[in-house]
């Protein structure tokens, strides 16, 4: 039987892996509208030893106020390596799991219990390990966007920026799957060449609504514009794009290119760190298919904000937890995944 998520009632299923508020917790309806968030997050901030993450897809404010702001795993990783009690993570459930695998003697909570992906609502625990099953002879990649649960069915976690690496490392008769974005896995599948490649069909509810001929009719309005895109945009979009990278891939590409005007093909609000990072260059966020939705916001990151940032710090909750075996399963594939595709130590600078 589904679990229903009890906030809204919302068949998506409520990771198992999230705490709420306890009972007589404070609420939006407690705050004083004349607070001054900034500063009470920052005293929280001080009094619970706490360090606050914050994706590149959160709102801008969100970033700004976040001790680093960076791609989930390197996050992750950047708050193990601190002395915090608490790791306050603005982003979405999975991303805050990944915090908790890797820091599991700290505090680990999020602003929104809602802040789920639709990757990981695409891709259940219960069909996932049917899958795996029904293709015994297979190694199992699976993308970070996925719960712990998912996970720990896995044999290697990968990354939209280390998948191909690792795949080139596997022998080349090795029939593989790859969960649970079918975009990404198509798109490493082209790399490397893997002809075995059997792809889960999930899509990024984001990335799945830009439209390639209105992001050509609007390169075609500025010609000097550069395409940079995330592989988990259907092809149609990676084959009119001039760049195709990773969140921090494409930020160092726009960062380094002689370029001046550039049409960003992923979630729109990474635009806020390209802005500071490079003041004299125009970004355009990629349109959709009437060529002026909304479509490069994910709905899941907006949930999160400066006021449940602030309750969620006050109420230690929504916190993550989960059991230590299945943690430890968890741990494994992304271990296995630094292994072949090492990463350097994260800097202990904010961003």
């Known amino acids: 039987m589904k679990k229903i998520n009890p906030l809204t009632r919302d068949p ?12 007589g917790a404070k609420t939006l309806a407690d705050i004083d509208p004349t607070l001054d968030l900034s500063a009470e997050i920052d005293r929280l901030r001080k009094e619970k030893n706490a360090i606050i993450l914050a994706h590149y897809y959160q709102d801008g404010e969100i970033q700004d106020l976040a001790d680093y702001v960076g791609d989930s795993l390197d996050l992750s990783r950047k708050a193990a390596a601190t002395d915090a009690d608490m790791i306050v993570f603005s982003g979405v459930r999975f991303m805050a799991e990944v915090a908790k695998i890797l820091s599991p003697q ?22 996932f390990k049917a899958w795996r099953d029904a293709h015994p002879g297979h190694i199992s990649l699976t993308y970070i966007n996925c719960s712990a649960e998912v996970k720990a069915l896995s044999d290697i976690i990968v990354t939209s920026s280390s998948a191909e690496h690792i795949v080139n490392q596997l022998p080349k008769d090795q029939p593989i799957l790859f969960a649970p974005d079918r975009h990404l896995g ?6 490397t060449g893997r002809e075995d490649m059997v792809l889960w069909p999930g899509t990024c509810i984001v990335h799945e609504q830009f439209s390639a001929r209105e992001i050509t009719r609007l390169k075609s309005q500025h010609p000097g514009a550069l395409v940079a895109a995330h592989p988990e945009c259907p092809e149609g979009i990676l084959q009119v794009a001039d760049h195709i990278g990773s969140t921090s891939q494409i930020l160092k590409f726009v960062h380094d290119s002689p370029a001046r005007e550039f049409i960003v093909a992923t979630e729109q609000h990474i635009i806020h760190q390209m802005q500071k990072d490079a003041p ?12 002026g939705c909304n479509c490069a916001s994910c709905p899941f990151m907006a949930l999160n904000t400066l006021e449940k940032m602030y309750l969620a710090m006050i109420n230690e909750a929504p916190r993550i937890e989960m059991p230590e075996e299945l943690r430890l399963r968890a741990l494994k594939p992304l271990e296995r995944m630094l292994e072949l595709a090492p990463i350097k130590k994260p800097e202990q600078n904010a961003a």
Do not use: H, W
């Open 12 to 23: 998506r299923p409520m990771s198992n892996t999230v705490i709420l508020p306890a009972a």
């Open 106 to 127: 700290k505090t680990v909570v999020i602003p929104d219990a809602e802040a789920g992906c639709s990757l990981e609502d695409s891709c259940q625990p219960g069909p």
């Open 186 to 191: 198509a798109y490493i599948k082209r790399k």
């Open 280 to 291: 004299g260059k125009i970004f355009l966020a990629a349109p959709g298919a009437d060529g």
